[in-house]
């Protein structure tokens, strides 16, 4: 069945349909912040109102601003109260992300508790050689062998992780 042959289920009126069509181009042209996206309000804001931002935003917000590429505004996000382990988590394994950001996870204890967060940092090619071998202990068997197979991580993660893998393995057996 075709558009031209569907019955419409009311008649509409052309004075109607020609007042609804005129204040859509004024609304286009000039929306109220409060009608703005998200992503649109945090495009127009500088670095300091980003930052404030980071303190009251939500999660969609945040996710948002940890995608910036100012550090001030990373840094921001990341000692906002409302942050999750799951944000932080994501943070961990981003590849878009600076090694400073990385360092101040790898310092934060409540955070390195989490393992999918330990997992994620010893996993990111930008995370410290020194962190990522800290951590490696902590990992899992499992994971350190996907770890010696990874070709994304730098390759004394990679070689340590079939160290410390087999070296499990031998004890075990």
Do not use: C
Not at 72 to 90: F, G, R
């Amino acid at each position: 069945m075709n558009a031209e042959q569907a019955p419409s289920p009311e008649p509409v009126e052309p004075a109607e349909t020609a007042g609804a069509a005129e204040p859509a181009p004024e609304v286009a042209k000039a929306k109220p912040e409060s009608e703005l996206s998200i992503f649109q309000l945090v495009q127009r804001m500088n670095v300091a109102a980003k930052v404030k931002f980071a303190f009251r935003a939500d999660k969609e917000g945040r996710a948002l601003l940890l995608k910036e590429t100012s550090r001030l505004v990373v840094m921001a996000v990341l000692n906002s109260p409302k942050i999750t382990e799951q944000e932080i988590e994501m943070v961990a394994k981003s590849r878009n992300v600076s090694e400073e950001v990385l360092r101040v996870i790898a310092r934060k204890r409540e955070w390195i508790a989490n393992y999918a967060i330990r997992l994620g940092l010893v996993g990111n090619p930008k995370t410290p050689i020194a962190i990522a071998l800290t951590h490696m202990n902590s990992l899992k068997t499992r994971d350190l062998g996907f770890l010696a197979k990874d070709r994304g991580v730098p390759e004394a993660i990679r070689l340590a992780a079939q160290r410390l893998a087999r070296a499990r393995l031998e004890k075990g057996a």
